[in-house]
């Protein structure tokens, strides 16, 4: 793979191949950072890796790591782990979500995916689980099981983020509910 990406362009090709075109080829900001929900959702993230870097889940024994930049050789992608759990043969990630909403879907996956896959090569152990915390006014945990599959496939996302690049072409990408908070809604056409 010729260029560096990193896990949030994969996970941002996941959600719409078109975004990767419109970010990665064309180099138009997305501007992200002025968006409410957004910088909340850094701040809480930001909260539970610097200023709570004790605070662990109670019911998992390890040690406590966070923001964990690291890089594949193997693939040339590059990743930050904002926390996990590591123990003498295993790394749990653990995934901090603000917001109600429980959604285990492409995107979440393809992060896990990437981000196992750099925990591995990095330390030699194995990332087995990840556990999603959905907190936002409830707090849930989901326990999702990191596998071979979530992994290939994340690493196809990876490959696919690459060919937009590679190609320069716009992919096709049919308008949806997606669409509504997209910042470049005002420039994506409808066909
Ligand atoms: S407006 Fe919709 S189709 Fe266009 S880039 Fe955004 S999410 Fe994708």
């Known amino acids: 793979m010729s260029n560096c ?11 719409c191949p078109r975004f990767t075109y419109f970010q990665l ?6 501007r992200e950072g002025k968006r409410g929900t957004v910088q909340t959702g850094r701040a809480f993230h930001s909260r539970h890796a610097t200023t709570n870097k004790n605070y662990k889940i109670k019911h998992l024994d390890g040690t ?8 594949s050789k193997k693939h040339s992608f590059s ?5 996990a759990i590591e123990t003498e043969k295993e790394i749990l990630l653990i995934e901090r979500k603000y917001s109600d909403y429980i959604l285990i879907g492409t995107t979440l996956k393809t992060q896990l995916g990437l981000l196992a896959i750099l925990a591995e090569e ?15 006014t409830e707090r849930t945990e989901i326990p999702i099981n990191i596998t071979e599959k979530i992994k290939q496939n994340a690493l196809k996302i990876l490959q696919k983020t690459n060919n937009i690049i590679t190609t ?3 992919p096709y990408s049919k308008h949806d509910d997606r669409c509504i908070n997209c910042c470049y809604r005002k420039i994506c056409p409808t066909t």
Request: proline share 0%; aromatic share 8%.
């Open 25 to 30: 080829v064309l180099g138009i900001d997305q």
């Open 5 to 15: 990406l990193n896990v949030t362009n994969a996970v941002e090709y996941a959600f």
């Open 122 to 136: 990095n330390t030699g152990k194995q990332v087995k689980k990840a556990i999603v915390i959905f907190d936002k």
């Open 79 to 83: 990743g930050k782990i904002d926390e």
């Open 168 to 170: 320069g072409n716009m």
């Open 64 to 71: 406590k790591q966070t923001e964990l930049l690291l890089y």
